[in-house]
C-alpha cells in the first residue's frame, strides 16, 4: 500500500514543477497558497486523497477481466473434463494452478464433485461470496474518505471561522474593517471546498468499482450454471410402489366381503 501512495504523490509533484516551469512559479505558487491558507485540516484532507487515489487505481488493477476471468480457463477446464480417465482431479489440479477467482470457484465444486446438486451449488455459492469479498477490498476505505473528506473540510471551515470571528474581536482597528472578516472566511472556505473535491472522485470509483464487480459476478454465476448443466445430472426422486399396496388393499376388501356374505345368510 505504501508504494500505491508514492504513485499518486509523485504525479501530483511532478505536474507542480511542470507547472513551476511553464507559468514561472505563479500557478504552482497560487497552489500551494490555496494549501497552506486552508490550515492545519487540509493536511488529512491531502492524506486521504492520496488514499483514494491509490485505492481506485489499485483496484482497476486487480478488477481487469483478464485477472479474475482469464480468457483460456474456460476452454482448458473443458478440455480436463473430456479427454481424461479421471476428470475430477485433473480439473481440480488445474484449477488450483490457475489460480483466478473463477478458478477457485470452480476448485470448491470440484472437490465436492458427484454429491448431489443441491450441496454442489452451496459449495459453489460459498466460495463465490469469499471470492466477492476478495473482490471487494480497500472499497470500504474508498466509502469511509467519501463520507469523512466532507466533514473535514466543514471542521476546516469552522475553525478557520472561528479565527476570523477572534481576530475581529481582538483587533482595536476592526470596526467598519469587512475585509479582516473576509479574509478569514475566504481562507476558511478552502477546506470545505478540498474536502468536496476528495469525497466527490472518491465516491464516484466507490460506485464505479461496485457496478465491476457486480459485472463480473454475473457472468460468473452464467458460467457456473452452465458448467453444472453440462457436467451433472440431476438425480431422480424415490418414487414409492403404489400398485401393490393397491392390490393388498383390494384383496383384503375381497377377503372381507366374503365373511360377511355367511354372515348375512345366517342373520337371514
Not at 507547472?19 to 490550515?39: E, F, R, T, V
Not at 453444472?228 to 445430472?233: I, S, V
Request: aromatic share 6%.
Amino acid at each position: 500500500m505504501n508504494i500505491l501512495l508514492t504513485i499518486p504523490a509523485s504525479f501530483i509533484l511532478g505536474q507542480i514543477d511542470a507547472a513551476n516551469q511553464a507559468a514561472g512559479g505563479q500557478q504552482s505558487q497560487a497552489i500551494l497558497d490555496y494549501l497552506w491558507k486552508g490550515g492545519p485540516m487540509m493536511i488529512p484532507i491531502g492524506l486521504t486523497s492520496l488514499v483514494a487515489m491509490a485505492v481506485i487505481v489499485e483496484r482497476m488493477i486487480s478488477l481487469r477481466r483478464r485477472a479474475i476471468i482469464p480468457p483460456k480457463f474456460l476452454p482448458g477446464l473443458e478440455k480436463n473434463m473430456s479427454d481424461s480417465s479421471d476428470a475430477q482431479l485433473d480439473a481440480l489440479d488445474y484449477c488450483q494452478k490457475d489460480g483466478s477467482p473463477i478458478a477457485n470457484i470452480f476448485a470448491a465444486g470440484l472437490k465436492k464433485f458427484g454429491e448431489p446438486v443441491e450441496r454442489l451449488e452451496k459449495h459453489i455459492q460459498e466460495a463465490g461470496e469469499r471470492e466477492v469479498l476478495k473482490l471487494r477490498k480497500y472499497t470500504r476505505l474508498l466509502s469511509v474518505i467519501a463520507a469523512v473528506a466532507p466533514l473535514m473540510g466543514l471542521l476546516g471551515t469552522i475553525f478557520g471561522m472561528i479565527k476570523a470571528f477572534q481576530t475581529v474581536s481582538v483587533s482595536a482597528d476592526a470596526l467598519g474593517k469587512t475585509e479582516l472578516l473576509a479574509k478569514g472566511i475566504y481562507e476558511a472556505m478552502i477546506t470545505t471546498a478540498g474536502g468536496l473535491m476528495v469525497a466527490i472522485p472518491a465516491l464516484l470509483g466507490f460506485h464505479w468499482i461496485l457496478g465491476k464487480i457486480d459485472g463480473v459476478v454475473v457472468e460468473i454465476d452464467q458460467m457456473t450454471v452452465e458448467f453444472l448443466d453440462t457436467y451433472t445430472k440431476p438425480v431422480a426422486p424415490k418414487t414409492e410402489n403404489i400398485a401393490p399396496k393397491l392390490r393388498r388393499v383390494d384383496e383384503n376388501d375381497d377377503d372381507e366381503a366374503e365373511k360377511s356374505i355367511p354372515t348375512t345368510a345366517a342373520s337371514a
